[in-house]
């Protein structure tokens, strides 16, 4: 029995020490996928935004969420990967099918958005770019495969126009700091 009760409680121990995954849907601002945060670049300049979801544990079938821009970015066209199919617009509202499971475990794209930036200069506010819940589930989720299950996931944020105020200082004032 004692070893019964070890063997639990160090099977416990190891299952809460693995971190949750929360799958998101995130808009990246480069085509490496590694930029979610820049300045605006200057209005009416053309460029390519990149839909992924991450994070998930199951494979999936499709996604819904909605890109909503503030107004930052104009949506000129959404484009989808080879085989992918598409019910919706993506700053109205959007559900995108793979046409097969696929594994968003790591950054699965899902989307390609052509538009205009209008945020010529940030003038000390900031801009955003937002994944949010399409408008008919109230969710941004994916449907899990083979369970047919829904998945919850978070939108994510871009925050353009970072405003960080910095002041000049040496290293001996921030070691000051410190002591």
Request: aromatic share 12%.
């Amino acid at each position: 029995m004692t070893r019964f009760l070890l063997a639990a409680g160090l099977a416990a121990a190891f299952v809460s020490s693995v971190p949750a995954q929360v799958p998101i849907v995130q808009v990246y601002l480069d085509g490496e996928l590694e930029t979610i945060h820049r300045e605006c670049p200057p209005t009416a300049t053309l460029d390519t935004l990149y839909v992924v979801a991450s994070g998930f544990i199951t494979p999936i079938i499709d996604i819904e969420y909605r890109i909503d821009t503030f107004g930052n970015f104009g949506i000129l066209q959404d484009f989808f990967p080879t085989g992918f199919t598409n019910e919706g617009f993506s700053g109205d509202g959007i559900r995108v099918s793979f046409g097969s499971s696929k594994d968003a475990s790591g950054k699965l794209l899902v989307q390609r958005i052509w538009g205009a930036w209008f945020c010529a200069s940030c003038g000390g506010s900031a801009a955003y770019i937002i994944v949010q819940p399409h408008p008919i589930s109230g969710k941004v989720q994916g449907t899990g495969w083979p369970d047919l299950t829904k998945i919850e996931a978070t939108g994510g944020f871009n925050n353009l126009c970072v405003v960080l105020p910095v002041e000049s200082s040496t290293w001996g004032r921030i070691k000051a700091l410190y002591r």
